[in-house]
């Protein structure tokens, strides 16, 4: 089992900036890639950004520019930089990774953009 735990999230105002953290923990091997999702209220949960076991990192269009994705391997967490958030971007934010064909989800965590 794999346990992620989401951190971070918060009420802020548009232009501001926000990190989250996703802490993973138990049955973990190697790299595992990861990623971001949101969900907005009466919407469908949308990707974000991933980062693969490498390195590698993508983006949804709507957040390129201003969001970064990374990990610290050593700490088994991952990051998602939110810079010049906009009232759009309010959501709850899931942090997911993949461990041997297995996809893990986290709780959770709240943002808001207030303009």
């Known amino acids: 089992q794999v346990q992620l735990v989401e951190s971070g999230g918060g009420l802020v105002q548009a232009g501001g900036s926000l990190r989250l953290s996703c802490a993973a923990s138990?049955?973990?091997?190697?790299?595992?890639?990861m990623g971001w999702y949101r969900q907005a209220p009466g919407k469908q949960r949308e990707w974000v950004a991933t980062i693969t076991s490498i390195g590698s990192t993508s983006y949804a269009d709507s957040v390129k520019g201003r969001f970064t994705i990374s990990r610290d391997n050593a700490k088994y967490t991952m990051y998602l930089q939110m810079n010049s958030l906009k009232p759009e971007d309010t959501a709850a934010y899931y942090c997911?990774?993949?461990?041997?064909?297995?996809?893990?989800w986290g709780q959770g965590t709240q943002v808001t953009v207030s303009s």
């Open positions: 138990g049955s973990i091997f190697g790299t595992p890639p």
């Open positions: 997911t990774g993949t461990v041997l064909g297995r996809s893990y």
